[in-house]
Nanobody, 125 residues
Framework: QIRLEESGGGSVQAGGSLRLSCTDSGSTFSDYALGWFRQAPGNEREFVAAISRNRLRKYYGDSVKGRFTVSRDNAVNTGYLQMSDLKPEDTAVYYC??????????????????WGQGTQVTVSS
């Protein structure tokens, strides 16, 4: 059973950077694709990025392409989201999620089985 926990959120000024981590306390991390989503108040959960089990494939939402980088280290059961050139519109609760589905790359919420509790990212102008 995969159990995810995010860390690394916080407050930063526009143009700054943050790195989020997503750690699995279970033992099957490498069996899952890993995704990152975010949700701002009043908005639906939005796809941010996803990475395959073997790290070879990565996908990004249009709003973060060129600014965010997704990665993972299966040896330590941890995924990462490096966020650069942050903008106030990036302010949201960020969630990591794990998917067994073969369609994880589509970035749909319903394809992800397990979710972390979320971490707040606030970007001020």
């Amino acid at each position: 059973q995969i159990r995810l926990e995010e860390s690394g959120g916080g407050s930063v000024q526009a143009g700054g950077s943050l790195r989020l981590s997503c750690t699995d306390s279970g033992s099957t991390f490498s069996d899952y694709a890993l995704g990152w989503f975010r949700q701002a108040p009043g908005n639906e959960r939005e796809f941010v990025a996803a990475i395959s089990r073997n790290r070879l494939r990565k996908y990004y939402g249009d709003s973060v392409k060129g600014r965010f980088t997704v990665s993972r280290d299966n040896a330590v059961n941890t995924g990462y989201l490096q966020m650069s050139d942050l903008k106030p519109e990036d302010t949201a609760v960020y969630y990591c999620a794990a998917a067994r589905s073969n369609q994880w790359y589509l970035g749909r919420v319903e394809d992800f089985n397990q979710w972390g509790q979320g971490t707040q990212v606030t970007v001020s102008s």
